[in-house]
Structures are given as C-alpha cells and as structure tokens.
C-alpha cells in the first residue's frame, strides 16, 4: 500500500517543518502549506489522507479554510492550535473538524491521533460509520448491539460483559450523568450499596484504558466530579 499522505498546514514554517519530519519519520509523505489558501489548493493537486490544520493564519485562517474544504471533501481533519479556549474546540468541532490538539503537543499523542483517524477513515472506506437501530455511533466510537462489539476509530477492542453494559448505558444517553449506584443499579440488577463506588470506578478505568488514546485526557468517558459519569457527545 502506497504512503499515506499528509497535508500540514500552519503559518509558521519551522512548526510544519518539525511535525513533517515526525510524520516522515513514522513512514508517511507530506504536503506543506502555510495559509488557508495554500491548503484548499493543496488539496487540488494532491491526494491527501488527513489534515492537521492551525486556526490563526493569514489569508484564509483554519476555521474558513475547514468550512471550505468540508464542501467538496471527507478527509479527516486534526485542528492543531495555540487557542485553548473551550469556544474555539467546539467551533471547529462543530464545521467538521475531527479532532483538536492543543500546542505545545505530545509527539507520541499527535501520531497516535493522526493513526486513530487514518485507521477510522480507511476501516470505514471513507465514510463516517452510520447509526442505525443495532448501532450507536458517537464519532470514533461504534458499539454494535447485533454483534456485541465496540469498534475505536476503526478497531474492535475487546470489553468484558459488564464492561460493554457499562458503555452501551453510556452511549444511549449521551450527556446525560449517571450516578456510580446509577450505573451499579442498572447494570448489575441489584441494590447499590454504599461500597459500589469503587466498584464502578474500576470497571470505567478499564473501559477508558480500552476505548480512549489518551487515559489522561478521555474524550468520551467523562468524570463530573462529586456526581458521577457520563458520555461526551459527539457528531
């Protein structure tokens, strides 16, 4: 199979110099461009697999460069970008980005993202998995009831029993914040005692250490502290 290709777009050149030899590095061509102009371009002229895209460029800044690009294209995108504020991840999010990474990024975290997507992306020919009456889907996360299975980003992972009824409880009430004894009671079809805390608190360590990139910053399993749990929503 041919390299996957790379299209790294930022204003600062010595940033996309640096993560296109981390990329080359782990076996992948690269594109580079330093606008939002340069990028759709880009895109034009070569077959590119994902974009890691910076928010404040000159021109074209990410933001409208992703607008554009999601007209004609379904390639994954990563926001990669110094701007923090929570406003700024939901306003891509919500134009199609696929994933955020604050700068400075981790190495190791930024190629493991740029492979969850790739590998999502191919797994599904390069559609978005659907939901449908036996499928949940919130973004990289597939839970087939049919089947039984859970897919991350292209790949079945392997859940215990009550670890998948734990997730399929999540998943079909995305943003909503189940209690531990919550979770215990429907799950386990029993009483909760005062000790099924920890309990619980295990089973989702577990479930995070399968289902998340990042154990330490989980995109989908959220703690609300003092309350409980529950699954971040996304498209």
Sequence with gaps: MDS?????????????????????YEGYRTVAAY?????????????????????MMPRLNGLSALMKLRENYRIPVIIL???????????????????????PYN?????????AHLRRYHAWGGEAPKADADRIVNGGLVLDKKQRIVIVEGEEVRLTATEYKILELLMEHPGQVFSAEQIYENVWQETAEYTVENTVMVHIRHIREKI????????????????????????
């Design 107 to 115: 190495p190791a975290e930024l190629i493991a993202r740029v492979k």
């Design 35 to 55: 606008d939002g102009m340069q990028a759709l371009d880009a895109l034009e002229q070569h077959k590119i697999d994902l974009i890691l895209l910076d928010v």
């Design 81 to 103: 970008s110094a701007k923090t504020e929570e406003s700024d991840k939901v306003s891509g999010l919500i134009l199609g980005a696929d994933d955020y990474v604050e700068k």
């Design 4 to 24: 996957e290709t790379i299209l790294v777009v930022d204003d600062n050149k010595e940033i996309v110099y640096s993560i296109s030899e981390l990329l080359k």
């Design 212 to 235: 998340e990139i990042d154990t330490k910053k989980p995109r989908y399993v959220k703690v609300v502290w003092g309350i409980g749990y529950k699954m971040e929503k996304y498209d």
